[in-house]
């Protein structure tokens, strides 16, 4: 595995690279792990170098060439991809990616560096003798869980991987892979632990910082990929007791950055800036540029359908009709209620309708399936037998999530439903429900061998 040696301790804070995630000055020089972690300040600023870095290019940025939001868009049903460029976007889009990809590698290389970033924190807060128990159990729970999230997503996208806690170049450039299944029982134990360390309370009342219902919510996607529904629907149950989430009634407020159904969002980098999203989906007037949506996913809304209506935007040119993501809406310098969402309260109304459903219990899972169709003005479901209750919340949670983190390829890897992905993708093949392993990774590191089946 290539992680890269930036951010090695010495090198683990440039801090004048942590933008303006914290109001503090910093000096513009490098400073040593033992000199971050004396002070809450600064080991604070090493962790929002690390947001930094996630929001600009990750596989959770909101969208990009480079982010799991996008690619799994194209990669599934979601986005048909109209770039002419040549660094492996449009074979993701097509299924037809190679070991040599350079988008997959991209994808990998940044996800393990930050991963390494995480660690780095995390060692260093755990040696620390100055910060109090409770800022240690903040920084820490904050750097454990981006890391345990990172891993979601390489678990996803590439199936058995590497996992690593440790700082040590020479063991860590020499791992083997982690089974997939494996790789779920850590996340599910390092989640476990964020949710004791961090607190329910927000540290910033703009919800930027994830908190201990964060951390839960995440826990109850690990319990439904390793089908333990009790234990999900459990997690989901604790999170709406909480006092500080509620349903979001009003369609046009879902992705304005105040509103009390959000977990956890990204601020864009500057003020009035874009997010990632409302600028990389944005084109008028012309052929897209990047991505639109697929006609297939059109015809899964109904006309009065307010998210149709809403959060679905349509350019003509040339006779021509395309239908773009237009749900945060603000570009830049006119932006003053959006960041990026990553977790909303909708999700974890999927969470409970998924979990009761498969204890065959349709009756108390109805409604929170029929929530978010009722916001969107569509009639509710009274009654709906086990399969094609299922079949509906795929189908709902594909019109309420386009866009969003890949929650459609996910959900049906999930529900071993990707075959339906073989009607609308000729290329498609079992196989590729995981990526290849980069095969620079491999020429670096034989222990990554063998490579997926199929590459």
């Not at 009607?423 to 995981?434: A, F």
């Amino acid at each position: 595995m290539k992680i890269i040696d930036i951010f090695f301790c010495l090198v683990l804070l440039l801090l004048a690279a942590c933008d303006k995630l914290v109001e503090v000055d910093f000096p513009s020089s490098q400073v040593s792990t033992e000199q971050v972690f004396e002070d809450v300040q600064t080991a604070n600023a090493a962790l929002s170098g690390l947001y930094a870095d996630l929001r600009d290019q990750s596989v959770i940025t909101g969208a990009g060439y480079y982010t799991a939001s996008t690619l799994l868009a194209s990669y599934a049903d979601e986005v048909d991809c109209y770039t002419n460029d040549q660094n492996g976007v449009v074979d993701i889009y097509q299924n037809q990616q190679q070991e040599s990809n350079t988008v997959i590698a991209s994808v990998w290389t940044k996800a393990y560096a930050q991963v390494y970033y995480a660690n780095s924190i995390i060692q260093g807060v755990e040696q620390s003798t100055a910060l109090s128990d409770q800022n240690k159990k903040q920084i820490k729970g904050e750097a454990l869980l981006l890391r345990s999230l990172i891993y979601f997503y390489l678990q996803q996208l590439f199936g058995d991987i590497p996992y690593t806690t440790s700082l040590d170049y020479e063991y860590n450039r020499t791992l083997s892979k982690t089974d997939a299944s494996d790789i779920l029982v850590m996340l599910e134990a390092d989640v476990t632990e964020v949710v004791g360390l961090l607190e329910d309370k927000y540290r910033d009342a703009e919800r930027i910082y994830p908190n201990r219902k964060a951390a839960q919510l995440l826990l109850a996607r690990i319990y439904l990929l390793r089908n333990e529904w009790a234990q999900a629907e459990l997690v989901a149950k604790t999170i709406l007791e909480s006092s500080l989430y509620e349903f979001q009634e009003d369609i046009n407020e879902v992705f304005h950055k105040s509103g009390t159904h959000i977990f956890w969002q990204l601020k864009p980098q500057n003020n009035n800036g874009a997010t990632q999203e409302a600028a990389f989906y944005y084109f008028s007037s012309a052929a897209p540029h990047a991505y639109a949506l697929t006609g297939d996913l059109l015809n899964t809304f109904s006309g009065e359908d307010l998210r149709k209506q809403l959060w679905i935007g349509e350019v003509t040119h040339n006779g021509n009709n395309w239908y773009r993501p237009y749900k945060y809406k603000n570009l830049d310098g006119t932006n003053n209620n959006e960041y990026s969402i990553i977790f909303r309260l909708e999700e974890l109304y999927f969470i409970m309708a998924e979990a009761m459903a498969k204890q065959n219990r349709i009756e108390e899972a109805l409604p929170y399936l029929n929530a978010t169709r009722e916001r969107a003005g569509l009639d509710t479901f009274t009654s709906l037998s086990g399969d094609d209750f299922i079949d509906e919340l795929l189908i709902e949670k594909r019109r309420e999530f386009f866009t969003e983190f890949g929650h459609r390829f996910i959900d049906l890897k999930r529900m071993d439903r990707l075959d339906v992905l073989s009607s609308l993708k000729p290329n498609w093949k079992v196989s590729k429900q995981v990526w290849p392993l980069p095969q620079k990774e491999i020429l670096l590191n034989p222990n990554l061998l063998p490579q997926n089946s199929g590459y």
